[in-house]
């Protein structure tokens, strides 16, 4: 695949937007990636993004009412539904079309902006919350499970069990992941937490404690693809993708309930399309939104054998000095996990790693990044591999 | 509740009549779990409501605050039947009292008026 990212562009992430909308923090992000790019609307023949938020009314026609704002023709425009996993399929599909030669520029964004944020309204705000449980099935729905998080917590429960991993060394996933944050401006969470502070948490849903949970936020990212004819010097190759799909939901009905096998097969998939493994990784973005998911997914992405990744934290492996830097953008524990844009944050992290431009927080001679997205537990998982070098 | 298919309104009814139940194709053999209108397996239309024993292990759980018709600190769990297919449901008794690999068997109750849901207890 000859596919290239030639800008990136984010606000920082935070608790709630205001009175911004989605669109509006849709344009302030395009523009920083396109000025980032060196490109201007007129470049873009290919427009791709996702609804803009979770908890937030659907809306039709994003990308043709962009397409109108920025006053372009394109070749190809389209919304990607995919839970968390959205804009990172969007920017598959991006890149597949840019590979092929059917779009020479592509625009890739994602805002989330998600309406209870600010403060939830059972008034008003319950029509949102029944019309995201309708992802559960018949089956399910009836149980009463309304967040991901007591899901997240058998499988986290299931994972500890099985591995005989204790909450004390699960917790120091949190406390590293905020000394990662309070080094990056865009991160929502950046002052230090400890071992003893994730432990005295209250318990949202046993064995997760409060700082074991990604926090809800707002956010928005843009990223622009190109062929190798527009691609710059500070552009980043992309190596390849991987991507799988289990047919279960947040509660598996089938198949393991303490690993993630689609974000292995997704994994495999990735590394042999760009021709690498796990080792080569120098820096990496994983899509953890709770501690114990983050440590699953180490071992699904190579990072640590199974039942490894809390030992592999604890011992440095996986921060500076380590065999790679994971999640050096905080994580979503401590960056903010506004799910529709998390994808796109993390390719900003990984893009601006690969640049050499992260400052403070750059890990050194990044060469070779990968990122992840999740569709929801257990379900479906998109990996990407990114490359350092000019076009 | 409203179904959205005739499928899960006969589950349901099925629960009403307290029995735990799913389809089996007629033509393959195939059982699984939710219910289906037709065999994934084979495509066959063909296929029976078996009721399941209602017995099985208890593969994780765990609690969750208030919500839409849950009450905490109620728990929720996977239970895998000895048919070979898992259900998420209720569990019934407090969270320290529980663990993993348990033994439980099911139970009938009516969560709200016409709607009858499954639960799990100790065995």
């Given at each position: 695949?000859?596919?290239?990212?030639?800008?990136?562009?984010?606000?920082?992430?935070?608790?709630?937007?205001?009175?911004?909308?989605?669109?509006?923090?849709?344009?302030?992000?395009?523009?920083?990636?396109?000025?980032?790019?060196?490109?201007?609307?007129?470049?873009?023949?290919?427009?791709?993004?996702?609804?803009?938020?979770?908890?937030?009314?659907?809306?039709?026609?994003?990308?043709?009412?962009?397409?109108?704002?920025?006053?372009?023709?394109?070749?190809?425009?389209?919304?990607?539904?995919?839970?968390?996993?959205?804009?990172?399929?969007?920017?598959?599909?991006?890149?597949?079309?840019?590979?092929?030669?059917?779009?020479?520029?592509?625009?890739?964004?994602?805002?989330?902006?998600?309406?209870?944020?600010?403060?939830?309204?059972?008034?008003?705000?319950?029509?949102?919350?029944?019309?995201?449980?309708?992802?559960?099935?018949?089956?399910?729905?009836?149980?009463?499970?309304?967040?991901?998080?007591?899901?997240?917590?058998?499988?986290?429960?299931?994972?500890?069990?099985?591995?005989?991993?204790?909450?004390?060394?699960?917790?120091?996933?949190?406390?590293?992941?905020?000394?990662?944050?309070?080094?990056?401006?865009?991160?929502?969470?950046?002052?230090?937490?400890?071992?003893?502070?994730?432990?005295?948490?209250?318990?949202?849903?046993?064995?997760?404690?409060?700082?074991?949970?990604?926090?809800?936020?707002?956010?928005?990212?843009?990223?622009?693809?190109?062929?190798?004819?527009?691609?710059?010097?500070?552009?980043?190759?992309?190596r390849g993708?991987?991507?799988?799909?289990?047919?279960?939901?947040?509660?598996?009905?089938?198949?393991?309930?303490?690993?993630?096998?689609?974000?292995?097969?997704?994994?495999?998939?990735a590394y042999k399309r760009a021709g690498v493994g796990p080792s080569d990784v120098?820096?990496?973005?994983?899509?953890?939104?709770?501690?114990?998911?983050?440590?699953?997914?180490?071992?699904?992405?190579?990072?640590?054998?199974?039942?490894?990744?809390?030992?592999?934290?604890?011992?440095?492996?996986?921060?500076?000095?380590?065999?790679?830097?994971?999640?050096?953008?905080?994580?979503?524990?401590?960056?903010?996990?506004?799910?529709?844009?998390?994808?796109?944050?993390?390719?900003?992290?990984?893009?601006?790693?690969?640049?050499?431009?992260?400052?403070?927080?750059?890990?050194?001679?990044?060469?070779l990044?990968l990122?992840?997205?999740?569709?929801?537990?257990?379900?479906?998982?998109?990996?990407?591999v990114?490359e350092?070098?000019?076009? | 509740?409203?179904?959205?298919?005739?499928?899960?309104?006969?589950?349901?009814?099925?629960?009403?009549?307290?029995?735990?139940?799913?389809?089996?194709?007629?033509?393959?053999?195939?059982?699984?779990?939710?219910?289906?209108?037709?065999?994934?397996?084979?495509?066959?239309?063909?296929?029976?409501?078996?009721?399941?024993?209602?017995?099985?292990?208890?593969?994780?759980?765990?609690?969750?605050?208030?919500?839409?018709?849950?009450?905490?600190?109620?728990?929720?769990?996977?239970?895998?039947?000895?048919?070979?297919?898992?259900?998420?449901?209720?569990?019934?008794?407090?969270?320290?009292?529980?663990?993993?690999?348990?033994?439980?068997?099911?139970?009938?109750?009516?969560?709200?008026?016409?709607?009858?849901?499954?639960?799990?207890?100790?065995?």
């Amino acid at each position: 695949m000859s596919a290239w990212i030639a800008g990136v562009g984010a606000v920082p992430c935070r608790r709630w937007y205001g009175e911004r909308t989605a669109h509006e923090l849709s344009l302030a992000v395009i523009r920083a990636a396109l000025l980032d790019a060196g490109l201007a609307p007129r470049d873009v023949d290919g427009l791709y993004t996702t609804q803009i938020g979770w908890f937030a009314p659907q809306e039709k026609f994003l990308a043709q009412r962009m397409a109108e704002t920025l006053g372009i023709q394109t070749r190809a425009q389209m919304e990607i539904e995919c839970g968390g996993a959205s804009s990172l399929v969007a920017l598959r599909i991006a890149a597949d079309d840019v590979g092929s030669g059917r779009v020479r520029c592509a625009l890739v964004w994602a805002a989330d902006v998600e309406v209870p944020q600010k403060s939830f309204d059972p008034e008003k705000h319950m029509h949102l919350v029944e019309q995201a449980l309708k992802y559960q099935t018949p089956y399910v729905q009836p149980y009463g499970v309304v967040g991901a998080v007591a899901l997240y917590a058998m499988s986290a429960q299931a994972y500890m069990h099985e591995h005989g991993v204790p909450p004390a060394e699960v917790a120091e996933v949190s406390v590293l992941l905020r000394r990662h944050a309070s080094a990056n401006p865009l991160a929502y969470l950046r002052d230090p937490i400890t071992v003893e502070d994730v432990l005295s948490s209250r318990i949202v849903s046993p064995p997760m404690h409060f700082l074991e949970c990604a926090p809800w936020a707002d956010g928005a990212a843009a990223v622009v693809v190109v062929g190798s004819e527009l691609a710059g010097p500070r552009a980043v190759r992309i190596r390849g993708f991987g991507e799988a799909h289990d047919p279960t939901t947040f509660a598996p009905l089938v198949g393991p309930i303490s690993r993630y096998p689609s974000a292995g097969r997704a994994a495999e998939d990735a590394y042999k399309r760009a021709g690498v493994g796990p080792s080569d990784v120098d820096v990496a973005e994983v899509y953890g939104p709770f501690s114990v998911e983050e440590l699953q997914l180490y071992e699904e992405l190579g990072f640590a054998g199974p039942g490894q990744a809390a030992r592999a934290v604890a011992t440095g492996r996986t921060t500076y000095g380590g065999d790679l830097v994971v999640n050096p953008s905080g994580g979503r524990l401590s960056f903010g996990h506004p799910p529709y844009a998390t994808p796109l944050y993390e390719t900003f992290e990984i893009v601006t790693q690969l640049r050499g431009e992260a400052g403070e927080r750059q890990v050194d001679g990044a060469r070779l990044g990968l990122f992840n997205a999740e569709h929801g537990m257990v379900n479906g998982s998109v990996v990407a591999v990114l490359e350092r070098g000019g076009g | 509740m409203d179904f959205p298919d005739r499928i899960s309104e006969r589950f349901y009814a099925e629960l009403r009549e307290s029995r735990l139940s799913t389809t089996k194709c007629n033509a393959c053999g195939s059982l699984r779990f939710p219910p289906r209108a037709w065999c994934p397996d084979c495509l066959g239309e063909d296929l029976g409501w078996v009721a399941l024993s209602g017995n099985g292990t208890l593969a994780a759980f765990s609690t969750q605050e208030t919500a839409i018709r849950f009450r905490a600190p109620d728990v929720i769990g996977l239970v895998d039947l000895d048919e070979g297919v898992r259900v998420l449901s209720h569990i019934v008794g407090d969270y320290e009292d529980l663990s993993i690999g348990q033994r439980v068997t099911v139970d009938f109750f009516e969560a709200e008026p016409g709607l009858t849901l499954h639960r799990f207890r100790s065995a």
